[in-house]
Every structure is written in structure tokens, then in C-alpha cells.
């Protein structure tokens, strides 16, 4: 305040500027406008920039949650914790970011790289740290990441994931925005079928089932895991009524202008109707169909066996006897995949979030099934995707597993 108790032109000229930083339209630079060096580009309202005095001897180190990569030719510097990225122009800053791989100060860094002046180290620090891409490291060679609680409990992948995936913290597109219209194709709502031997399934009728069926409030109360199973079987018939009842396409919608690309209609809500999911079944002890691994046709309601090798089926089996804690091999073990350009084609930063929602919503209504069949379901936490692939045929960054649930009989 000046003397008469009114804002001064600093003040004023301060509060605009932080505006425009924290809207975008102004990025804080280190280096000549003719010749950049490093860019901080705020990518969220909430960034404010904190113009802090650096200790020259104070030690910095590279947070565990910050990453480098290309981005056409420019490296971006990000980090989950942060609401800005830095956009990085000259060799000598990524040389920096090598050097903070271990604890060092500004002088130490000065001292180390001399083909660059000490304002622009000191300048580039300051940027590091308004995107927490470096934490001070204590005289016990601890950091403020060490000693949080909450941050040590998150895996860097984890953190990135949630923040990339959820609007918030970027400023780049998310949800629908169909980037590939008009550049590529997409993948049609059915995948094209594997060549292999056919086998028809059991079809339940629904308007029976309507009627009759357990009530949803015993099925929903009674759901749980089951990892013991009866010395009985399961039967064609009832994974053929279990697949029916949880997978099967009910309608096929064409193009339209709201969506650009075909949607379909089955038991499970899956977003955007997109039904990216495919089902492999992969049968170890089954009444009349025998071991092998078979994908599930959802037009035609049939099993297709794939031809593979033995060691892949074992491979597969157990796998998820692992991953249920060697308490049960399962009679019947689906592999749920995804075709991930069905997603990827429509959404942005959302894709692969959408899919594992997808699958969670399969999930249970496999679980309600199984419970109303009287059968025991069991989901797993994890499986090997490359396994997967590699036993099924698919290109691993095309179509791979996100899911696997186990089928059996009620001990």
C-alpha cells in the first residue's frame, strides 16, 4: 500500500502478472528470447510461481517422480507433483538433470559445467524447483519425499497414471476428442474371428431367467471370492450359460454421427458402448471341451480354439494359481483383453484409464453371475500380459490381457 492507503503500481503490476502466468499466457524463460534455454509452461490455474532465493550451497537431488522425454525437438520435463512443465532447448540443462542424479548444490554445479553462465544454472534451478523436479536433501540425506508419509507409499508410475489420466494437473486433451477422424480408420465393434475349430455354446433363455432367476439383493449380499472348489467339474453347458449371461453382443449399432465408429449392446455397462474387451478362455478342467486356450465369439455365442503349445496353457494355469496365492488352479481361468486402438482411436489422455474401469465393471457382473449360477468366481489383482500375447498370438501394444478371473464348482 502507498501512503494514502491505496494499492501501488508494483503491487497491481505483480497480481496481473501472476494471472497471466497461472492462465498461460505468459511462460517464464531462462536464456535470450533468440536463443532459448528452458521454458516453464504452467499447465494449470493453480500454479503460482515461487520466485524463492536459492541457497547456492544447499544440496538438491532429482525427485524420484520427475521424468524426461522427446517431444518433437525439445525435451519436456514433468513431474506428477507439479502444475507447469519445462520444456528444455540446449544439451548442457539435460547434462544438469544427469548431474542431480546424486546431491549437488548450484556451486557445485557452476564449478562442474563451464560452458554455461551461473545465472542460467542458478535460473534453470529455480525452475526445477516450481515443478518439485528437485527436493533439498537434508545434512542426513534425507528429502521431503522421504519423509512424507503419503508420497513414499506411491510408486512414480502409479502417481503419473492417476494424474495423466484425471484432468487436474495437465493441460492436455481428455475425453472424447477423436484425434485419428479422418487420419486413421477404427477398429471395427468385432474383432476379425481366429481360424480354429468351432464350438457352439448352451443359450439360456433370458425371459425364463427374468422371472425365476435368485433374487439380486441374495446375489449381491451372498458375492464373494471362492478359491476352494467341488470334486465336480464344470460343465459346457454352464460355462455356456455363464458366458451368455456376461458377454454376449445383444445388438450391434452401426456408424453414426454422435459416435464415428461402431458401438455394441452387451450385459455389462463398458464406456462409450466401445467394447474394446475380448474373452479368452483358457480351460484346464472342463466336462466336454477339452484343455486348451478358445476365444469367445460374442456374435455367435461359440468357443474358437487357437492353436498353442502346451507350455503356454500350463504357463497361463499357473500364473494364476500365483496370483491366487497357490490356494486353487482354476477349472476355467478368462483372460480378459483389450484391444486398446477401440479406446485410443476415441479418447484422449483417458484410454487405458477407461479400459480397467471396463474391466471392474465386467468383473462384477461375472461375480453376480457365478453367485446367481451357484458357481465359484474369483477375480485376480494380476497376470503376465506378455504370457498372454505371446500364447494367443496378439501384438502386445496392439491387444493384450488387463484382466483374469477364475471359474469353478461350489465345494
Same mark, same amino acid.
Given at each position: 500500500?502507498?501512503?494514502?492507503?491505496?494499492?501501488?503500481?508494483?503491487?497491481?503490476?505483480?497480481?496481473?502478472?501472476?494471472?497471466?502466468?497461472?492462465?498461460?499466457?505468459?511462460?517464464?524463460?531462462?536464456?535470450?528470447?533468440?536463443?532459448?534455454?528452458?521454458?516453464?509452461?504452467?499447465?494449470?490455474?493453480?500454479?503460482?510461481?515461487?520466485?524463492?532465493?536459492?541457497?547456492?550451497?544447499?544440496?538438491?537431488?532429482?525427485?524420484?517422480?520427475?521424468?524426461?522425454?522427446?517431444?518433437?525437438?525439445?525435451?519436456?520435463?514433468?513431474? %506428477? /507433483?507439479?502444475?507447469?512443465? =519445462? $520444456?528444455?532447448?540446449?544439451? !548442457?540443462?539435460?547434462?544438469?538433470?544427469?548431474? *542431480?542424479? +546424486?546431491?549437488?548444490?548450484?556451486?557445485?554445479?557452476?564449478?562442474?559445467?563451464?560452458?554455461?553462465?551461473?545465472?542460467?544454472?542458478?535460473?534453470?534451478?529455480?525452475?526445477?524447483?516450481?515443478?518439485?523436479?528437485?527436493?533439498?536433501?537434508?545434512?542426513?540425506?534425507?528429502?521431503?519425499?522421504?519423509?512424507?508419509?503419503?508420497?513414499?507409499?506411491?510408486?512414480?508410475?502409479?502417481?503419473?497414471?492417476?494424474?495423466?489420466?484425471?484432468?487436474?494437473?495437465?493441460?492436455?486433451?481428455?475425453?472424447?476428442?477423436?484425434?485419428?477422424?479422418?487420419?486413421?480408420?477404427?477398429?471395427?465393434?468385432?474383432?476379425?474371428?481366429?481360424?480354429?475349430?468351432?464350438? %457352439? /455354446?448352451?443359450?439360456?433363455? =433370458? $425371459?425364463?431367467?427374468?422371472? !425365476?432367476?435368485?433374487?439380486?439383493?441374495?446375489? *449381491?449380499? +451372498?458375492?464373494?471370492?471362492?478359491?476352494?472348489?467341488?470334486?465336480?467339474?464344470?460343465?459346457?453347458?454352464?460355462?455356456?450359460?455363464?458366458?451368455?449371461?456376461?458377454?454376449?453382443?445383444?445388438?450391434?449399432?452401426?456408424?453414426?454421427?454422435?459416435?464415428?465408429?461402431?458401438?455394441?449392446?452387451?450385459?455389462?455397462?463398458?464406456?462409450?458402448?466401445?467394447?474394446?474387451?475380448?474373452?479368452?478362455?483358457?480351460?484346464?478342467?472342463?466336462?466336454?471341451?477339452?484343455?486348451?486356450?478358445?476365444?469367445?465369439?460374442?456374435?455367435?455365442?461359440?468357443?474358437?480354439?487357437?492353436?498353442?503349445?502346451?507350455?503356454?496353457?500350463?504357463?497361463?494355469?499357473?500364473?494364476?494359481?500365483?496370483?491366487?496365492?497357490?490356494?486353487?488352479?482354476?477349472?476355467?481361468?478368462?483372460?480378459?483383453?483389450?484391444?486398446?486402438?477401440?479406446?485410443?482411436?476415441?479418447?484422449?489422455?483417458?484410454?487405458?484409464?477407461?479400459?480397467?474401469?471396463?474391466?471392474?465393471?465386467?468383473?462384477?457382473?461375472?461375480?453376480?453371475?457365478?453367485?446367481?449360477?451357484?458357481?465359484?468366481?474369483?477375480?485376480?489383482?494380476?497376470?503376465?500380459?506378455?504370457?498372454?500375447?505371446?500364447?494367443?498370438?496378439?501384438?502386445?501394444?496392439?491387444?493384450?490381457?488387463?484382466?483374469?478371473?477364475?471359474?469353478?464348482?461350489?465345494?
Amino acid at each position: 500500500f502507498n501512503k494514502e492507503g491505496e494499492f501501488d503500481q508494483l503491487s497491481i503490476f505483480l497480481y496481473y502478472l501472476q494471472q497471466f502466468i497461472q492462465f498461460g499466457l505468459i511462460v517464464i524463460s531462462v536464456g535470450e528470447n533468440t536463443n532459448n534455454f528452458a521454458k516453464l509452461i504452467p499447465c494449470s490455474l493453480l500454479f503460482k510461481f515461487n520466485n524463492k532465493e536459492i541457497d547456492p550451497d544447499s544440496l538438491y537431488v532429482f525427485s524420484r517422480f520427475s521424468y524426461l522425454r522427446m517431444n518433437k525437438q525439445n525435451f519436456i520435463l514433468e513431474s %506428477p /507433483l507439479a502444475y507447469a512443465h =519445462i $520444456e528444455l532447448y540446449d544439451h !548442457e540443462a539435460i547434462k544438469i538433470i544427469g548431474l *542431480l542424479a +546424486e546431491p549437488n548444490s548450484v556451486n557445485s554445479i557452476i564449478s562442474k559445467v563451464e560452458n554455461l553462465a551461473p545465472d542460467k544454472i542458478n535460473g534453470l534451478f529455480l525452475l526445477f524447483l516450481n515443478i518439485e523436479a528437485i527436493v533439498e536433501q537434508s545434512s542426513e540425506g534425507l528429502n521431503k519425499e522421504d519423509k512424507n508419509e503419503t508420497l513414499v507409499q506411491w510408486e512414480f508410475h502409479d502417481l503419473l497414471f492417476h494424474t495423466r489420466s484425471r484432468m487436474g494437473r495437465h493441460n492436455q486433451q481428455s475425453g472424447a476428442a477423436y484425434p485419428f477422424v479422418g487420419k486413421i480408420q477404427p477398429a471395427p465393434a468385432l474383432k476379425q474371428l481366429p481360424e480354429g475349430i468351432n464350438i %457352439p /455354446l448352451y443359450r439360456p433363455n =433370458i $425371459e425364463i431367467l427374468k422371472k !425365476e432367476d435368485v433374487p439380486f439383493t441374495y446375489v *449381491l449380499e +451372498e458375492r464373494k471370492s471362492v478359491r476352494k472348489y467341488g470334486e465336480k467339474h464344470i460343465t459346457k453347458k454352464e460355462l455356456g450359460e455363464f458366458l451368455y449371461r456376461t458377454a454376449r453382443l445383444r445388438k450391434l449399432h452401426p456408424f453414426k454421427e454422435t459416435e464415428l465408429y461402431e458401438t455394441s449392446d452387451r450385459p455389462y455397462p463398458n464406456g462409450g458402448a466401445s467394447y474394446e474387451l475380448e474373452l479368452y478362455i483358457i480351460v484346464n478342467d472342463c466336462e466336454d471341451i477339452n484343455r486348451g486356450i478358445y476365444y469367445y465369439d460374442p456374435k455367435e455365442h461359440q468357443l474358437i480354439q487357437i492353436e498353442s503349445d502346451e507350455t503356454y496353457i500350463s504357463a497361463l494355469i499357473d500364473d494364476a494359481w500365483l496370483s491366487a496365492a497357490k490356494t486353487v488352479k482354476p477349472q476355467i481361468l478368462i483372460t480378459i483383453s483389450s484391444r486398446f486402438k477401440r479406446l485410443n482411436w476415441k479418447y484422449r489422455s483417458m484410454g487405458y484409464a477407461a479400459t480397467l474401469k471396463n474391466t471392474g465393471a465386467l468383473y462384477q457382473t461375472m461375480y453376480l453371475v457365478a453367485t446367481a449360477m451357484n458357481l465359484a468366481p474369483c477375480a485376480l489383482g494380476n497376470g503376465n500380459a506378455e504370457l498372454f500375447s505371446r500364447a494367443v498370438g496378439t501384438d502386445y501394444l496392439d491387444e493384450s490381457s488387463v484382466g483374469e478371473f477364475m471359474l469353478g464348482t461350489i465345494l
